[in-house]
Antibody, heavy 124, light 110 residues
Framework: QLQLQESGPGLVKPSETLSLTCTVS??????????WGWIRQPPGKGLEWIAS???????YYNPSLKSRVTLPVDTSRNRFSLNLTSVTAADTAVYYC????????????????WGQGTLVAVSS | QSALTQPASVSGSPGQSITISCTGT?????????VSWYQQRPGKAPKLMIY???NRPSGVSNRFSGSKSGSTASLTISGLQAEDEADYFC??????????FGGGTKLTVL
């Protein structure tokens, strides 16, 4: 059974870089069949997609966040990360990692498995 | 990028049916059959309920159904139960390989 688990600091200072890791079990981040990525949810608000990647292939970004986002991958530990630079209070949110299903090159586009989420607050 | 439009709240009594709408544009909901719906209970991660407009994942009750007309997608829950009380979010593929979510709808079971 696929499981995703987020980890990282719960507090980040303004202007610094937010770094989170998603460890995957029951599946492989280097799979040919799936994309992996991040979604966030500010307290009491809706969901916002951040970015998703396909190992050895494309990475897709939310245009409003693209300039601040990188998604490193560590296949030896079967995990991937989110680095979000120059954070402000507006980046305070619960961050989820999730598997994105895209097949036949352009069909699907749904998240079928999610981590439990981790709250990150941006404050001095 | 602007979110898809959902009603902030809907309510219904046990046994009734309710419908939640999700309105977008020709660049997302209206242009592609890649609309999905997620249920989120308080303090929990979202759970996939419907994908590609009207498909149910294994394990999701057949009381949940999805449809689309033009640029508006809909989630219908029939035979409403207390356990259905949650927030519901729609999502769609949008042109230029992006994903957009709706603002969410709070379902109250009276």
């Amino acid at each position: 059974q696929l499981q995703l688990q987020e980890s990282g600091p719960g507090l980040v200072k303004p202007s610094e870089t937010l770094s989170l890791t998603c460890t995957v079990s029951g599946g492989s981040v280097s799979s040919d069949d799936y994309f992996w990525g991040w979604i966030r949810q500010p307290p009491g608000k809706g969901l916002e997609w951040i970015a998703s990647f396909y190992y050895g292939g494309n990475t897709y970004y939310n245009p409003s966040l693209k300039s601040r986002v990188t998604l490193p991958v560590d296949t030896s530990r079967n995990r991937f990360s989110l680095n979000l630079t120059s954070v402000t209070a507006a980046d305070t949110a619960v961050y989820y990692c999730a598997r994105l299903v895209i097949y036949a090159y352009s069909s699907g586009w749904y998240f079928d498995s999610w981590g439990q989420g981790t709250l990150v607050a941006v404050s001095s | 990028q602007s979110a898809l439009t959902q009603p902030a709240s809907v309510s219904g009594s046990p046994g009734q049916s309710i419908t939640i709408s999700c309105t977008g544009t020709s660049s997302d909901v209206g242009g592609y059959d890649y609309v999905s719906w997620y249920q989120q209970r308080p303090g929990k991660a979202p759970k996939l309920m419907i994908y590609e407009v009207s498909n149910r994942p294994s394990g999701v009750s057949n009381r949940f159904s999805g449809s689309k007309s033009g640029s508006t997608a809909s989630l219908t829950i029939s035979g409403l139960q207390a356990e259905d009380e949650a927030d519901y979010f729609c999502s769609s593929y949008r042109s230029n390989t992006t994903v957009v979510f709706g603002g969410g709808t709070k379902l109250t079971v009276l």
